[in-house]
């Protein structure tokens, strides 16, 4: 499955951005998605991800509060609110489909990914 994310931009801290995933497929709906970014000079790092029927949601604790992952199977699509955000957040964004839900914060596990879109906090 092919991933395209985009929303992305600049945004002064406090602001909010909503990101977008979306699939080539329908089969987008038998996978797990999940979001992880990676700062310049950074390890890319666990964000979100939800369960393939959307029912679970696990959340890394620096977002937990202040972001929130959904899916729409029927369009093939997956999103990230980001609401009260910080210059901290300041990554490239990347989505990400596998087909388990086990290890759902390690980015070894996925197996296909979007190209990322930038988002930038201003202070």
């Known amino acids: 499955v092919q991933l395209q994310a985009s929303g992305g931009g600049l945004v002064q801290a406090g602001g909010s951005l909503r990101l977008s995933c979306a699939a080539s497929?329908?089969?987008?709906?038998?996978?797990?998605m999940g979001w992880f970014r990676q700062a310049p000079g950074k390890e890319r790092e666990f964000v979100t991800a939800?369960?393939?029927?959307?029912?679970?949601?696990y959340y890394a604790d620096s977002v937990k509060g202040r972001f929130t992952i959904s899916r729409d199977n029927a369009k093939n699509t997956g999103y990230l609110q980001m609401n009260s955000l910080r210059p901290e957040d300041t990554a490239l964004y990347y989505c990400?489909?596998?087909?388990?839900?086990?290890?759902?914060?390690?980015?070894?596990?996925?197996?296909?990914w979007g190209q990322g879109t930038l988002v930038t906090v201003s202070s």
């Open positions: 990400a489909a596998s087909e388990s839900i086990a290890g759902y914060s390690d980015y070894l596990t996925y197996d296909y």
């Open positions: 497929e329908r089969t987008f709906r038998s996978y797990v």
């Open positions: 939800i369960s393939r029927n959307g029912y679970s949601t």
